[in-house]
């Protein structure tokens, strides 16, 4: 028995300008008591790239193979996350124009199997959860 999963992900030439941007990502309440095979991807901003595979092989009275491949590529980003300065009466000031938040609360309590999570917030970010079974029997 053979099986098999591939993943070829590419994030290229891309540019995030994040101008006054607010990223939240977030998982909250969610997914509790669950089971099996589990993959969540919550994702905020520009250019994320997640990915869950999962490959199951069993083979009767011979031999199984699993394979999980994945390729994951980030080329020529430009993230232009405004830091600028405002000169106010006796003092300047730095203002922040970019806001990214990932959170994970109240979720996956209680949960069996493969649990693969990915939460990104921002620009360019690449994850990946890969789980590969075999048996012979």
Request: hydrophobic share 30%.
């Amino acid at each position: 028995a053979k099986a098999a999963t591939f993943a070829i992900q590419s994030s290229s030439n891309n540019r995030y300008d994040n101008d006054g941007t607010t990223n939240n990502a977030s998982l909250s309440g969610s997914l509790n008591e669950s089971s099996g095979n589990i993959g969540a991807n919550i994702t905020a901003g520009a250019g994320n790239i997640q990915n869950n595979a999962m490959t199951l092989a069993v083979g009767q009275g011979s031999s199984a193979e699993a394979t999980t491949g994945g390729v994951q590529v980030s080329y020529n980003n430009v993230s232009d996350n405004d830091l600028y300065t405002v000169n106010a009466p006796y003092r300047t000031v730095y203002v922040r124009n970019n806001t990214n938040n990932a959170s994970l609360s109240g979720s996956l309590n209680g949960a069996k199997g493969n649990v693969g999570v990915n939460i990104a917030s921002g620009n360019g970010n690449m994850q990946s959860n890969t789980l590969s079974i075999a048996s012979a029997q």
